[in-house]
């Protein structure tokens, strides 16, 4: 089942922070952030691995509530470049695949 | 971090004739591919699992027959749109992950968009 992101778009200007969550309904086992510029492939930001984990690349770091089957991404002090849609795909127990939200649009203006 | 190509970038063919569409690992190797087709302001949705040396793994409702998947090496997996159709354009794309770990990263090539006339 697909996981639920939250807001589907946001707009900053730069320097503003934002916060992008993405809920499950099913027990996750990991979470993967992506960010996907227009016409281009999604690109591998980080990866949770166990409730409660943070990680950190950047100004852009994650949060993963194993218990609440959630994670959230926190963009701090946002730049032009963070600018795309982010997409969080969550793993299960099956090799390597992942189910991904529907995506979060995020726009960032000078 | 890990490379994954794609080839070609763009196709455009006419409807009834048939895409092939290749995926490789520059860097490293993988026994396992996975294909996702994303329409356009939508989410990647996977397709199918490519398997090295044995049968590609579909996901619901994806046609094997139309979508035939070949993982010939441990760098390269092929995906052959058949008989493609106007309803098939769209933007594919392969990812592998780096390892056999179930926490591996997985790295997406750069995709190759679909326009069937």
């Known amino acids: 089942q697909q996981p639920v992101q939250s807001p589907q778009a946001v707009i900053l200007r730069e320097g503003e922070d934002a916060v992008i969550n993405c809920s499950s309904s099913?027990?996750?086992?990991?979470v993967h952030w992506y960010r996907q510029k227009h016409g281009e492939a999604p690109v591998f930001l980080m990866i949770?691995?166990?409730?409660?984990e943070q990680m950190r690349h950047e100004k852009i770091s994650a949060s993963f509530n194993e218990k609440k089957q959630q994670s959230s991404l926190y963009l701090t002090a946002s730049q032009l470049s963070y600018s795309g849609t982010y997409f969080c795909?969550?793993?299960?127990?099956?090799?390597?695949?992942?189910?991904f939200g529907q995506g979060t649009i995020l726009t960032v203006h000078p | 971090g890990a490379v994954v190509s794609q080839h070609p970038s763009r196709v455009i063919c006419k409807s009834g004739t048939s895409v092939k569409i290749e995926c490789r690992s520059l860097?490293?190797?993988?026994?396992?591919m996975f294909w996702y087709r994303q329409f356009p302001k939508q989410s990647l949705m996977l397709m199918a699992t490519?398997?090295?040396?044995?049968?590609?793994?579909?996901e619901q409702g994806v046609e094997k027959d139309k979508f035939l998947i070949n993982h010939a090496s441990l760098t390269l997996s092929t995906l052959t749109v058949t008989s493609a159709h106007p309803e098939d354009s769209s933007f594919y794309i392969c990812?592998?992950?780096?390892?056999?770990?179930?926490?591996?990263?997985?790295?997406f090539g750069p995709g190759t968009r679909l326009t069937v006339l």
């Open positions: 990812s592998a992950p780096t390892g056999t770990r179930l926490t591996d990263t997985q790295y």
């Open positions: 099913k027990a996750l086992y990991s």
């Open positions: 949770l691995l166990k409730g409660g």
């Open positions: 795909g969550t793993g299960g127990t099956s090799y390597g695949k992942l189910t």
């Open positions: 860097d490293f190797q993988a026994t396992t």
């Open positions: 490519s398997n090295e040396g044995s049968k590609a793994t579909y």
